[in-house]
């Protein structure tokens, strides 16, 4: 699998070469691409995109095809666990597929990473059609919380995050201003004060949810991957309207989006209909102050149709600004700084915050760390179908407004 990987890996940076070629040879001649020359293009990049989702799957099956293995070897050559241990993940599948099945009586069902037994259980899952129903090892938490990732550039880039075990508004400190430059004082001369400003930022707990449903055939189907199933629903669901929300919240009755907090590095350029130029991002990758930019969470956050423009850019010395990833699974890069995308940034346009730059870590995600799960046999009783509902706290907002995130904004016609 990994030389597969590899081989397709290469055929996309052969795609980025020939791209080039086309960019490079329109350049010669002064012109802009044209014609069957765009449509190359286009059916160019296409073809990176459609790589780039093919390797993501690629590496999915062959983590999953990883841990069952592992699992199969920790049965099969690995002296037996404690029987306290034993007792503790077998109660506590037991306790989570009978909720989901309605074994229990429960309504509802919490779920944290910090359980007393932890929910690094074992279930039942699908790999192949011909291996049939197989015992892995999955943590039910972790993965919701990895396909909340997946679909949220924000949560992707390294965002702070504090996970509370309760909903409290949290007051953190937030620098409004680093401290002067020291001076030369004479001798005996009073030394002139010299504090960094702080102020204050509330994180709350707001409520996000959504509804799922399930046919009592495929929950009670003991070969069915249910947890990993409805892990991967909720997550995506949460990871949607809470992403979304990170991005661009107001923070009025919401959270405080990276992009609405965010401070103006530098402005478009006339002409080109509030898309960046090279110079553009140059000038807002520098605007953001040394410490920031060698930040191991400082990153470029843009949406899909950005990047398809940003490709095209190049530097003063004739070097593209945008170079593909050359291991697969690792984001490519923007003038050597990481490039994660999220749909919910705004498309190049006048006056639009199309492109943010900086250092992520500086933006504090709050989750409670409970995520509750809710069923209901009565809500679709004439269907036949289990409702889920899923619920998950949490807040966003920026804890350092001197600059250590900043935005590209298209600029005037």
Do not use: C
């Not at 790589?51 to 592992?70: C, M, N, P, S, Y």
């Not at 590095?265 to 090279?278: D, K, Q, S």
């Not at 000038?283 to 149709?305: C, E, H, K, N, Q």
């Not at 070097?319 to 498309?347: C, E, F, H, R, V």
Request: net charge negative.
């Amino acid at each position: 699998m990994s030389k597969f990987i590899k081989q397709i890996q290469e055929r996309r940076n052969s795609l980025w070469e020939q791209s080039k070629a086309l960019l490079d040879a329109a350049e010669a001649r002064g012109q802009d691409l044209a014609g069957e020359e765009e449509q190359t293009w286009q059916r160019l990049n296409t073809e990176i995109d459609q790589i780039d989702v093919r390797v993501k799957e690629l590496l999915d099956a062959e983590q999953r095809t990883a841990d069952a293995d592992a699992a199969f070897r920790s049965l099969l050559e690995k002296a037996p666990a404690p029987e306290g241990r034993q007792g503790a993940e077998r109660a506590e599948v037991e306790r989570v597929r009978g909720w989901l099945t309605g074994q229990s009586g429960s309504r509802s069902l919490d779920v944290r990473p910090d359980s007393t037994a932890p929910l690094d259980a074992r279930t039942l899952s699908k790999l192949t059609a011909a291996a049939g129903a197989n015992t892995v090892p999955i943590s039910f938490y972790n993965r919701l919380v990895q396909h909340m990732i997946e679909v949220s550039g924000v949560l992707a880039a390294g965002p702070t995050v504090l996970r509370t075990a309760t909903g409290e508004q949290l007051q953190i400190p937030k620098t409004t201003a680093h401290s002067a430059n020291a001076g030369i004082v004479a001798e005996a001369g009073a030394l002139t004060a010299n504090e960094p400003t702080f102020g204050q930022v509330s994180l709350d707990a707001y409520k996000y949810g959504f509804l799922l449903q399930v046919s009592h055939e495929l929950a009670n189907d003991t070969a069915v991957d249910l947890l990993g199933y409805l892990a991967m629903q909720a997550g995506r669901a949460l990871g949607n309207g809470f992403g979304a929300h990170l991005v661009t919240g107001t923070g009025s009755s919401q959270p405080n989006g990276v992009l609405t907090a965010a401070t103006l590095g530098t402005t478009g350029t006339t002409g080109v209909v509030g898309a960046p130029n090279a110079d553009n991002l140059i000038d807002l990758m520098y605007s953001v102050i040394s410490p920031y930019r060698g930040g191991a969470s400082v990153g470029w956050l843009m949406r899909d149709s950005t990047v398809a423009a940003v490709r095209k850019l190049k530097d003063l010395q004739g070097q593209y600004l945008w170079q593909p990833s050359i291991q697969a699974g690792t984001p490519d890069t923007i003038l050597g700084k990481p490039l994660l995308t999220d749909p919910n940034m705004p498309a190049a346009a006048l006056g639009a915050k199309s492109v943010l730059f900086g250092d992520f870590s500086t933006y504090f995600v709050r989750q409670v760390e409970s995520l509750r799960f809710e069923r209901s046999d009565d809500y679709a009783f004439n269907t036949d179908l289990i409702t889920y509902r899923a619920i998950l706290r949490g807040d966003g907002d920026q804890v350092d407004t001197t600059g250590a995130i900043k935005y590209f904004a298209g600029g005037a016609s």
